[in-house]
């Protein structure tokens, strides 16, 4: 049974590029939250989807989108990249249906913006 | 929006004795309770967890106590091991699914 996977590891990317993060929940599971986590920091979240719908969003700009596919999977999008975009970037997985469900995460992509 | 506070942000402590992280939350309405433990470069696991209707709860060394009226929720790890050194993140979730997160504490347990 497979946990949460996230690609890629790492990117390098330089300001103003545009980048896509991917995520596979958990076997079961069909909610996906994503989360930024600068060094030193406890992760923020971005936002949540479910149903293949944005349920609940932090307080991140529209720089940040994502998707969600019919498989659970999801996408994280930023635009118009910033220094201070430079982060790991958590995906977790739950069942969804309460927010008691316990969250699972992923490895995590290191982003790097230079 | 939901607030958590964390202390201390970094705690020593003798292999064999007791660890203790605080957390407080502002939301009344929070009623989910996890704590999370990230080893350097790993992904941020799940050790325990509470919810708004229990008091106290127990696995092996670890434990956790919420006190609603005083919204404030603490963290117990008892006779602790070199294994036990990482960065505890506590974490509060009301009715809107995300988890806020307080700021960590790391704790080094010297042998």
């Known amino acids: 049974d497979a946990g949460v996977t996230q690609s890629p590891t790492h990117l390098i990317k330089t300001r103003g590029q545009q980048v896509t993060l991917r995520c596979s929940p958990k076997?079961?599971?069909?909610?996906v939250s994503w989360y930024q986590q600068a060094l030193g920091q406890g992760p923020q979240f971005i936002f949540q989807y479910y149903e293949e719908e944005e349920r609940q969003r932090g307080n991140f700009p529209d720089r940040f989108s994502g998707h969600q596919f019919p498989n659970y999977s999801s996408e994280l999008n930023v635009n118009a990249l910033l220094l201070g975009d430079s982060a790991l970037y958590l995906c977790?997985?739950?069942?969804?249906?309460?927010?008691?469900?316990?969250?699972?995460f992923g490895p995590g992509t290191r982003l790097t913006v230079l | 929006g939901e607030n958590v506070e964390q202390h201390p942000s970094t705690l020593s402590v003798q292999e064999g004795d007791s660890a203790v992280i605080k957390c407080t939350y502002s939301d009344s309405a929070s009623n989910y309770f996890p704590w999370y433990k990230q080893e350097l470069g790993k992904r941020p696991q799940l050790i325990i967890d509470?919810?708004?209707?229990?008091g106290e709860k127990k696995d092996q060394r670890i434990a956790v106590t919420l006190n609603k009226t005083a919204k404030h929720f603490s963290l117990h790890i008892t006779e602790t091991q070199p294994e036990d050194s990482a960065v505890y993140f506590c974490?509060?979730?009301?009715?809107?699914?995300?988890?806020?997160f307080g700021a960590g504490t790391t704790v080094t347990v010297r042998a």
């Open positions: 977790a997985s739950s069942s969804g249906l309460w927010n008691t469900d316990t969250q699972y």
């Open positions: 076997s079961g599971h069909d909610t």
């Open positions: 974490a509060a979730s009301n009715r809107d699914y995300k988890l806020s």
């Open positions: 509470i919810r708004s209707n229990v």
